[in-house]
């Protein structure tokens, strides 16, 4: 037997609504989390190719600018060694900054239900 249009949309209004606030959290914490995990992975890797460490180590030893005497030489493994040292050490602030960012994402949604009971209902007074 058919039902009446507004039986129907309310039907499918509160299957979706339930359906949305009950799922979202396994959502989050499942695929969510998953796509979450890529994104900073993606981030990082970008961030580190543009630091390139690694090819300012497989230069180390070679001098820059053509210069093969032995003050280019001291200059050149010296200064890199400075720019090894300090963009290591901004690929670590980065790092730490992700990882704190990355803990974020799975502790947000219980303190934001923790403050909507505390704030919109005054439950923990």
């Known amino acids: 037997m058919a039902q009446p249009l507004v039986v129907q949309a309310a039907k499918l209004f509160l299957v979706d609504l339930v359906g949305g606030v009950l799922g979202f959290p396994v ?7 998953v796509r979450w995990s890529h994104f900073m992975w993606d981030w990082y890797a970008s961030y580190r190719a543009t630091l390139a460490v690694d090819v300012w180590v497989k230069n180390l030893f070679v001098p820059m600018y053509g210069s093969y005497d032995i003050a280019g030489r001291l200059i050149s493994f010296f200064m890199r060694l400075v720019m090894i040292f300090l963009r290591s050490f901004l690929l670590l ?19 934001v ?4 009971l505390y704030h919109g209902l005054g439950l923990f007074a």
Not at 27 to 33: C, N, P, Q, T, V
Not at 93 to 111: D, G, K, N, Q, R
Not at 113 to 116: D, I, M, R, W, Y
């Open 27 to 33: 959502w989050w914490y499942s695929r969510g989390a």
């Open 93 to 111: 602030i980065v790092s730490i900054f992700l990882m704190i960012v990355y803990t974020i994402y799975y502790i947000l949604p219980p303190v």
């Open 113 to 116: 239900v923790a403050a909507l």
